[in-house]
């Protein structure tokens, strides 16, 4: 499974976007990059999925370089709500994908 | 009931209980997995299920027992925890195969307090 590094934590302020960027310089051919969301005492959410170049949804976009060794998950003007624990994953459609530490996102006033 | 469901939500129990959480996947998944997260701690993968065998066993303590009786269902039995078991337990649920990543669906957790 290929091993993620991610800063321990961020802090932005209401309406400014964040850029999470996450490496995985051993990522392999079939796995893909999975960014999941959690807020105290719950389950992490799913929040975005992508194997190459950009992939966006209604809640964020996901920037993938050619050699696929990080990724960046970008939140547009953030609110208090978007303070969280963010999760990058890397792997395939058969392996379970291990949590690492994550980011710890805090949004001020 | 919709996605994965967790039961109890909390739990207190005594070093010397028996007790079992319960989980519930409405998705149609055959996978199915047990987390432990301690407080301001990384979700650990405790167990994985497929296809209702145990594919995985991250050296856990045997004092926490899985149990998988279909693809809808998982339980983790639990005897004589220590206070240091006191964790969040959560439960997901995931349709490895499918293309893409293997994206887990997790329920609300069962917040457990050992005394």
């Known amino acids: 499974l290929a091993k993620t590094t991610q800063p321990i934590s961020m802090d932005s302020y209401e309406g400014q976007e964040v850029n999470i960027t996450c490496s995985h310089n051993?990522?392999?051919?079939?796995?893909?990059i999975t960014w999941y969301q959690q807020f105290p005492s719950q389950g992490p959410r799913f929040i975005i999925q992508?194997?190459?170049t950009k992939v966006t949804n209604e809640v964020a976009s996901l920037f993938i370089p050619a050699d696929r060794k990080s990724s960046t998950l970008s939140l547009p003007r953030v609110s208090l709500s978007d303070t969280a624990v963010y999760y990058c994953?890397?792997?395939?459609?058969?392996?379970?994908?291990?949590f690492g530490a994550g980011t710890r996102l805090t949004v001020k006033p | 009931e919709t996605g994965v469901t967790q039961t109890p939500r909390h739990l207190v129990m005594g070093m010397t209980n028996k007790k079992s959480l319960k989980c519930e996947q409405h998705?149609?998944?055959?996978?199915m997995y047990w987390y432990k997260q301690s407080a301001k701690k990384p979700l650990e993968l405790m167990f994985v299920?497929?296809?209702?065998?145990?594919?995985e066993n991250n050296s856990v303590p045997s004092r926490f027992s899985p149990e998988c009786p279909n693809s809808s269902h998982l339980f983790l039995h639990l005897h004589t925890l220590q206070p240091e078991d006191s964790a969040l337990y959560l439960c997901?649920?995931?349709?490895?195969?499918?293309?893409?990543?293997?994206?887990?669906?997790f329920g609300p957790g069962t917040r457990l307090t050992v005394l």
């Open positions: 299920y497929s296809l209702e065998e145990r594919v």
């Open positions: 998705l149609g998944h055959n996978a």
């Open positions: 997901a649920s995931s349709q490895p195969g499918l293309g893409g990543g293997n994206e887990q669906f």
């Open positions: 994953l890397v792997g395939d459609m058969d392996n379970d994908m291990r």
């Open positions: 992508g194997y190459k």
């Open positions: 051993n990522i392999a051919t079939n796995d893909y």
